[in-house]
């Protein structure tokens, strides 16, 4: 039995290159046994992405379907080597929740240095909460100093799993790297599926297989704990609406 009860990492047909909807996806999410969705759609630079008022208009937006909770994330880009984000803050302030990655559709990177500094600009922004795919090798990262400034913050890292069954061949390693960083530092990690397919969602096979290889302790991966999982999610929205009008960073 699959022991991951929630996803927090999965696309609409908004996302322009996914294939199912929300109502599909909690479908297949309620089908497997999972009790948390999150849908966390590419932001306005992805081409073919939504535009803002996508994710302002939340108020329409599914919060249970059946017994499954649904949370209203978004995966926003780092568009340049500021660590902008393709949402505005007064946007992501509205989410429950935010991930952020490099896709090389928006921005193409820099050196290990440059991405580190990077990265670590858009981890400083206090609207990001989860950091998506980093094990991509066309972004190479100082694993050791994100991690750690990461779990410093109570942010997370994910591992995702179609980083080695769809996506960004060659993650392997480095997702590796990137758990072993987390499990010395005492941080928790997420898996996810990144579905861009409703079948897709809460496959974790290849990302659970990588933590079990080096024995990370099932306890600090936090969507196999309902309350923990939401406990994060709550904590994480409530500081959102918590920041003062005009955030500066
Ligand atoms: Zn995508
Ligand atoms: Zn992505």
Known sequence: MNPVIGDLHVHTVASGHAYSTVLENATVALEKGLTVLGVADHGPSMPGGPPAIYFEARGHFPRQIEEVRVFFGAEVDIIDENGNLDLPPHVLKKLDYAIVSFHPQVYSGGSREENTRILLQALSNPLVD????????????????????????????????????????????????????????????????????????????????????????????????????????????????????????
Do not use: M, T, W
């Open 130 to 249: 989860i950091v998506a795919h980093a094990g991509n090798p066309r972004y190479p990262l100082d694993y050791r100093v994100v991690v750690r400034e990461a779990v410093a913050q109570g942010k997370i890292f994910e591992i995702n799993n179609s980083s080695f069954a769809v996506s960004r061949k060659g993650s392997s390693d480095n997702c590796r790297a990137i758990a072993q960083e987390i499990l010395h530092c005492g941080g928790e990690l997420v898996v996810s599926s990144d579905a861009h397919f409703c079948h897709e969602i809460g496959e974790y096979k290849h990302a659970l297989d990588l933590l079990s290889s080096i024995h990370f302790p099932c306890e600090r991966i936090l969507n196999v704990h309902e309350n923990r999982l939401l406990q994060f999610l709550e904590y994480r929205k409530e500081r959102k609406r918590s920041l003062s009008p005009s955030p500066v960073f």
